[in-house]
């Protein structure tokens, strides 16, 4: 049902009572499709844990998680927030393939405090051999990198003002690094004030429109680790540190259509019509983010700024498309939350290999309209079993 975009199991229900001759050649179904009610309670009383392991065995046989990018991200389940005491979205863990945007585990946790125990326990579920493993900046924590190490993977991690002292430092250096960078050019006897560190630090810039905003980026990089406090004695691990610099501009237009967003500089100054003049309270907002960064392997700053991109794949390629089309933050179930959650995955899953391989449309909502007008897509993808995606 959800692979067809019924996105309700009253919905779901109802698609197959309408197939029920087409799924009697693989299931016996013989009092044909069970009730919602009697659907909610078997998906409140299977073992969530179980089910988990089962999703990670199948998807394990389809994809290798080994030198691969797992970018790990935990998603509020907003429509649980009712139903619990504190009124705190419970959440689940995702980790994800980044570059094809599978799910290959999944963790409940209570709420967002639970992110940093739940982490490394999915961690030891995976074979993380070779891979890059990267998370948003509640993971940078010592015990989950050196976890990632023992077991023969590399991480990519963000520092932000959770970790207020090595975040200061990489503002700090990067800040003046970038300033005597541009000393240097216009004067050839120009002496930094890190030597060391110059010599080893590296930018870069990218412009892009994306949707309907203007798009700076500047990544830096530094194998110079030094810089912080914390890689003498707590990450003597961390060989690149780095800092990512955002600013996104909304796109305006006048009344004939003409472009008329704002230059950086005017953006920064005034703002613009659609938005005020943006103000940096954290290091992260709508209008401008600044994030540090930190990593085992010596990366130059297009590499970095490339995982970093590809982490946030997970919101655009996952979260939203949970929430969007499969309506999961609407949901109203309690008990069989995970186990929905799951199906979910199932369905999301199977969609994002058919498009992969080139058997449906590329849009999720589009594929789900093929799944449900072809049986023949049905038949190889949910009762002929998916061989190995690589």
Same mark, same amino acid.
């Given at each position: 049902?959800?692979?067809?975009?019924?996105?309700?199991?009253?919905?779901?229900?109802?698609?197959?009572?309408?197939?029920?001759? /087409?799924?009697?050649?693989?299931?016996?179904?013989?009092?044909?499709?069970?009730?919602?009610?009697?659907?909610?309670?078997?998906?409140?009383?299977?073992?969530?844990?179980?089910?988990?392991?089962?999703?990670?065995?199948?998807?394990?046989?389809?994809? +290798?998680?080994?030198?691969?990018?797992?970018?790990?991200?935990?998603?509020?389940?907003?429509?649980?927030?009712?139903?619990?005491?504190?009124?705190?979205?419970?959440?689940?863990?995702?980790?994800?393939?980044?570059?094809?945007?599978?799910?290959?585990?999944?963790?409940?946790?209570?709420?967002?405090?639970?992110?940093?125990?739940?982490?490394? /326990?999915?961690?030891?579920?995976?074979?993380?051999?070779?891979?890059?493993?990267?998370? +948003?900046?509640?993971?940078?924590?010592?015990?989950?990198?050196?976890?990632?190490?023992?077991?023969?993977?590399?991480?990519?991690?963000?520092?932000?003002?959770?970790?207020?002292?090595?975040?200061?430092?990489?503002?700090?250096?990067?800040?003046?690094?970038?300033?005597?960078?541009?000393?240097?050019?216009?004067?050839?006897?120009?002496?930094?004030?890190?030597?060391?560190?110059?010599?080893?630090?590296?930018?870069?810039?990218?412009?892009?429109?994306?949707?309907?905003?203007?798009?700076?980026?500047?990544?830096?990089?530094?194998?110079?680790?030094?810089?912080?406090?914390?890689?003498?004695?707590?990450?003597?691990?961390?060989?690149?540190?780095?800092?990512?610099?955002?600013?996104?501009?909304?796109?305006?237009?006048?009344?004939?259509?003409?472009?008329?967003?704002?230059?950086?500089?005017?953006?920064?100054?005034?703002?613009?019509?659609?938005?005020?003049?943006?103000?940096?309270?954290?290091?992260?907002?709508?209008?401008?983010?600044?994030?540090?960064?930190?990593?085992?392997?010596?990366?130059?700053?297009?590499?970095?700024?490339?995982?970093?991109?590809?982490?946030?794949?997970?919101?655009?390629?996952?979260?939203?498309?949970?929430?969007?089309?499969?309506?999961?933050?609407?949901?109203?179930?309690?008990?069989?939350?995970?186990?929905?959650?799951?199906?979910?995955?199932?369905?999301?899953?199977?969609?994002?290999?058919?498009?992969?391989?080139?058997?449906?449309?590329?849009?999720?909502?589009?594929?789900?309209?093929?799944?449900?007008?072809?049986?023949?897509?049905?038949?190889?993808?949910?009762?002929?079993?998916? +061989?190995?995606?690589?």
């Amino acid at each position: 049902g959800f692979l067809t975009g019924r996105t309700t199991i009253r919905r779901s229900l109802k698609w197959c009572e309408k197939h029920l001759e /087409e799924l009697r050649e693989y299931l016996p179904l013989k009092n044909g499709i069970a009730s919602p009610s009697t659907v909610c309670r078997l998906l409140s009383g299977i073992d969530e844990e179980l089910f988990a392991l089962e999703f990670m065995e199948w998807i394990g046989e389809i994809v +290798d998680t080994k030198g691969i990018h797992l970018a790990v991200d935990g998603k509020a389940l907003r429509a649980g927030m009712e139903k619990v005491k504190d009124f705190r979205a419970p959440m689940i863990l995702n980790v994800i393939d980044a570059v094809t945007g599978l799910v290959v585990a999944q963790m409940p946790i209570k709420n967002k405090d639970c992110e940093i125990k739940a982490i490394p /326990e999915v961690l030891k579920l995976l074979d993380i051999r070779g891979s890059i493993v990267t998370t +948003d900046a509640v993971g940078t924590q010592t015990q989950i990198m050196e976890q990632i190490l023992s077991r023969e993977g590399h991480f990519v991690l963000m520092v932000k003002k959770n970790q207020p002292q090595s975040y200061g430092e990489i503002v700090k250096y990067f800040g003046e690094m970038s300033e005597d960078k541009k000393r240097m050019k216009e004067n050839e006897t120009y002496r930094p004030r890190y030597p060391g560190m110059q010599e080893k630090y590296e930018e870069i810039s990218q412009k892009e429109r994306n949707r309907d905003r203007e798009e700076y980026r500047w990544y830096s990089v530094c194998t110079e680790c030094s810089l912080l406090t914390k890689t003498q004695k707590e990450w003597p691990f961390v060989k690149t540190v780095g800092l990512a610099r955002q600013i996104r501009i909304p796109v305006e237009r006048d009344g004939q259509g003409n472009d008329m967003t704002p230059d950086i500089k005017t953006f920064l100054e005034k703002g613009s019509r659609r938005r005020p003049k943006p103000v940096q309270e954290a290091e992260t907002g709508k209008d401008i983010q600044e994030t540090g960064m930190i990593s085992d392997m010596e990366l130059s700053a297009e590499e970095m700024g490339r995982i970093k991109r590809e982490h946030w794949a997970v919101e655009n390629r996952l979260h939203h498309v949970l929430d969007d089309t499969f309506r999961e933050d609407r949901s109203p179930a309690k008990k069989s939350k995970h186990n929905l959650g799951l199906i979910r995955k199932f369905a999301y899953n199977i969609l994002r290999i058919a498009i992969l391989s080139g058997d449906c449309a590329e849009l999720i909502t589009e594929a789900m309209d093929d799944f449900s007008d072809d049986h023949l897509l049905r038949k190889k993808y949910v009762f002929g079993g998916i +061989d190995s995606f690589y």
